[in-house]
Structures are given as structure tokens and as C-alpha cells.
T-cell receptor, first 113, second 115 residues
Framework: NAGVMQNPRHLVRRRGQEARLRCSPM?????VYWYRQLPEEGLKFMVY????????ESGMPKERFSAEFPKEGPSILRIQQVVRGDSAAYFC???????????FGSGTQLSVL | DQQVKQNSPSLSVQEGRISILNCDYT??????FLWYKKYPAEGPTFLIS?????DKNEDGRFTVFLNKSAKHLSLHIVPSQPGDSAVYFC??????????????FGKGTLLTVNP
């Protein structure tokens, strides 16, 4: 079990392009969180998903950002029409269920030119 | 409004001595607190947690103390080792015992342990 896998590790996009960030949780984990870390800041909650359901998206910007966690396949964080302010490290984390520890992936560093 | 504050951006200690990292919070609804360690280009790694019903939790070299009246917690590392050099994040949740990981993080403290 390789842990929480995120790809790509680095993603470069030009302003106006789309960014797709992928997260494969640990085997057996059905809960996924996405966090964003801006430069010189702590991590900030974006969205919490369980299989096929968005549970809490209160941290997601209202426009351009969306997330999904389909029945099969990885969780996807999608950013449309990226702007320079979207440049950040995006971390995915997963856990199995109550009282289990949250495990983070190594993150995707998004750079918008 | 920063609900979790780590006022020391950096801390430097000698190997073998104690490292004390501090964290303050403002939200009275927080009832579960965690410390994470992060190396460059890696994700945060869980270190230790404490529920608001306790005032101390210990795991090996790591001890977390919680002072609810002061809304303050601290992480003690004894003895400090060079491999402990990393950024340490304090995080809090209004959760009930760890089933909710909608965490609010501080900005982190860079700990450097000198040989």
C-alpha cells in the first residue's frame, strides 16, 4: 500500500487554462479531504468528500473550483480558467472512518504563469 | 481572522535539549487539537493529538499540553534530535474526538535542531 497518491507532483499552467489534480486515497479509505497551502500560510480546508458525495464544500471558492470522488477512480480537484492567485500546494488526505487518523499525500504544486 | 496562531515562525535548539512549540486559538468550539510535522515537498505527517477533555497527552518524546482557559497548547519534544528539524503545524477541529477532519491550521513553526 503506497499511501495517499497525488499526481502530478508539479503542474504548470498558463492563465486561463484548466488544472486537474488527482488523488488516489489509501486502499479502503472512503473519506477524502482537499487542502490548499498558499505561500507562507498554513493549510486551508477546501472540501470533504465521501464516495460519490460532496459532504462539505464550504472552503471551496464559489467559482471555477469543483471536486468529485467517483465510485471508481481517484478524487479529482478541477480548477477552471486558472489565475496566478491559484498558485499553491494542493494536498489531498484520506481516512477510513471514525477515530482513524487522517493521512496526507505529498501534494501537487500548481504554478500558474 | 486567524483562529489558530503560531506566533513563532522559527525556533532553533541544540540537540538533546527540549523544544517547545506554542499555539493559541480563539474559537471556543474547537475541541480536538493536532500537531503535524512537515518536511519540504512532502505532505504533513500526524504527530500527536489531544481532546479537550484532557490537559496532557504523551507519546514517546512528544508531549502535548492543553490549557483550555488560556486557549493555548504546546508541543514539547524531549530530547530534540536533528531529524526533528521540520515545520510543525498546530491544527484544531470542532469535531468530537477525531471523526471530523475539517481542520484549521496555524501558519507553522520551523524547528531547527542543531547537532
Amino acid at each position: 500500500n503506497a499511501g495517499v497518491m497525488q499526481n502530478p507532483r508539479h503542474l504548470v499552467r498558463r492563465r486561463g487554462q484548466e488544472a486537474r489534480l488527482r488523488c488516489s486515497p489509501m486502499k479502503g479509505h472512503s473519506h477524502v479531504y482537499w487542502y490548499r497551502q498558499l505561500p507562507e500560510e498554513g493549510l486551508k480546508f477546501m472540501v470533504y468528500l465521501q464516495k460519490e458525495n460532496i459532504i462539505d464544500e464550504s472552503g471551496m471558492p464559489k467559482e471555477r473550483f469543483s471536486a468529485e470522488f467517483p465510485k471508481e477512480g481517484p478524487s479529482i480537484l478541477r480548477i477552471q480558467q486558472v489565475v496566478r492567485g491559484d498558485s499553491a500546494a494542493y494536498f489531498c488526505a484520506s481516512y477510513r472512518g471514525p477515530s482513524e487518523k487522517l493521512l496526507f499525500g505529498s501534494g501537487t504544486q500548481l504554478s500558474v504563469l | 481572522d486567524q483562529q489558530v496562531k503560531q506566533n513563532s515562525p522559527s525556533l532553533s535548539v541544540q540537540e538533546g535539549r527540549i523544544s517547545i512549540l506554542n499555539c493559541d486559538y480563539t474559537n471556543s468550539m474547537f475541541d480536538y487539537f493536532l500537531w503535524y510535522k512537515k518536511y519540504p515537498a512532502e505532505g504533513p505527517t500526524f504527530l500527536i493529538s489531544i481532546s479537550s477533555i484532557k490537559d496532557k497527552n504523551e507519546d514517546g518524546r512528544f508531549t502535548v499540553f492543553l490549557n483550555k482557559s488560556a486557549k493555548h497548547l504546546s508541543l514539547h519534544i524531549v530530547p530534540s534530535q536533528p531529524g526533528d528539524s521540520a515545520v510543525y503545524f498546530c491544527a484544531a477541529s470542532a469535531s468530537s474526538g477525531g471523526s471530523n477532519y475539517k481542520l484549521t491550521f496555524g501558519k507553522g513553526t520551523l524547528l531547527t535542531v542543531n547537532p
